[in-house]
């Protein structure tokens, strides 16, 4: 059967909120973290708002030593050190003795483009054949798997530390890999989650897809509008979110907060084919990985309460409501609650699940459900589906057991976990 694993850790680095009080507050206000950026006026983007956070130099200092701070770009890794290294402090657990790794704790922390503006420094410094004046902080700033590392070296973990890269799937598909290495029996803990680097650098090549909102340029809380029928694209965002995840027996023997449990989950692919493109889902896989999660995690589709589903403000939404209600078998006042936290903070990309994931947590932990920002036009698509009743406007507190939440990506890849209260 294998070991029960739960949440006993958060930490968070999100376009509206640094930090676990000032996220929550945040998520159960309805504050969007969206904003203009004049740097991207002046770069003639056509969608000048975006979704980055703010970091103080006193939360920088509490997270970095003056010497790591020097010459560090990769926002990327800002955020996931500072999110990672909140979400240990918040589970209670101890940094390893300086000669003595924890060989128990390990960490699956993914990105998808890291180090952009370091790797513009590099290639600028190569190119004018300064290479001496790289710096020695150059490679673990620009390697896929910088973040863990340096997460890694600060807690000192001895068990598996390594990077996953799937796109906007990755923050759920860690949490499911971190998951699968506790209840084989090969971790007690694992600190799991994702980061994304902001910039134009980061966001530029989807502003020249022109799949990002072009219309919100002077109105920026009202740019991401999932379930929208006047949604105009995703709007892009960066950040980071972790989740310490453990053994129950661990967490109990500690004493530990414990905000739920992990059921369980699927992680797919469409493999590109039935509908399925590099930007496309294939309807069939999405519904098959919804399917597969709730039998992974012994749940029948009726004991879904609340839905947090990928949702980016495109014309995709609605056939993700459908696919959602083809594989619930659930449809019109039956359906479950459902919202998308993109109108908050935006599409994160390879971030977006875990700072979701961070704030579907909570929404377990406080048995409250988040508000959905900026569809108070719901798209005819999905009236037709379910009822309006199923998506609320405004947070509210619910007594609910089971939360299933899913992310879609890039490549035709899904993940969907379920999680449940303790």
């Not at 968070?12 to 507050?25: D, E, M």
Request: hydrophobic share 40%; net charge negative; charged share 20%.
């Amino acid at each position: 059967m294998g070991s029960r694993v739960v949440v006993t850790g958060l930490g968070v680095c999100a376009p509206n909120g640094v930090g676990l009080k000032s996220f929550y507050r945040s998520m159960q206000m309805g504050v969007s973290g969206i904003r203009h950026f004049a740097e991207l006026e002046e770069l003639n983007f056509g969608c000048q708002v975006a979704g980055a956070p703010q970091i103080s130099q006193e939360q920088l200092r509490s997270h970095f030593t003056s010497l790591e701070q020097r010459g560090l770009k990769a926002t990327g890794i800002i955020y996931g050190v500072m999110a990672g290294l909140d979400a240990w402090k918040d589970a209670a657990l101890p940094l390893a003795a300086e000669d003595d790794p924890d060989w128990h704790s390990g960490i699956v922390f993914g990105s998808g483009t890291l180090g952009v503006d370091k790797f513009n420094e590099a290639m600028n410094l190569v190119d004018e054949g300064n290479v001496r004046r790289l710096g020695s902080t150059t490679v673990i700033q620009t390697m896929a798997s910088g973040v863990s590392a340096y997460l890694g070296g600060k807690i000192g973990c001895g068990n598996q530390v390594t990077t996953n890269s799937s796109a906007c799937t990755t923050g759920t598909e860690s949490l499911l890999m971190g998951f699968d290495r506790i209840k084989n029996g090969q971790a007690e803990r694992m600190l799991v989650g994702s980061c994304s680097d902001s910039g134009p650098y980061v966001w530029g090549g989807f502003d020249a897809m022109r799949i990002l909102p072009r219309n919100f340029n002077d109105r920026p809380e009202s740019a991401s509008r999932p379930m929208s029928a006047s949604a105009q694209g995703f709007v892009p965002g960066s950040g980071a979110g972790a989740l310490v995840l453990e053994s129950l027996d661990s967490a109990k023997a500690r004493g530990a907060n414990i905000y739920a449990e992990v059921l369980g989950g699927n992680i797919n692919s469409g493999g590109q084919r039935g509908g399925g493109t590099m930007t496309a889902p294939n309807s069939e896989s999405v519904q098959r990985c919804i399917l597969s999660a709730l039998e992974n995690s012994k749940v029948q589709a009726s004991e879904v309460d609340i839905v947090n589903g990928h949702l980016t403000a495109t014309s995709k939404d609605a056939l993700e409501i459908e696919n959602w209600s083809r594989a619930l078998k659930r449809k019109g006042g039956d359906f479950p609650r459902i919202n998308s936290f993109k109108g908050h903070f935006g599409h994160c990309l390879s971030a977006a699940g875990s700072i979701e994931l961070v704030a579907c947590i909570l929404q377990l932990k406080e048995q409250m459900v988040f508000g959905n920002l900026n569809c108070e036009d719901l798209h005819p698509e999905i009236v037709k589906i379910i009822s309006s009743d199923c998506v609320p406007h405004k947070s509210m507190n619910t007594d609910f057991q089971v939360l299933a939440k899913a992310s879609f990506g890039f490549g035709d890849v899904n993940a969907c976990a379920i999680f449940r209260t303790c």
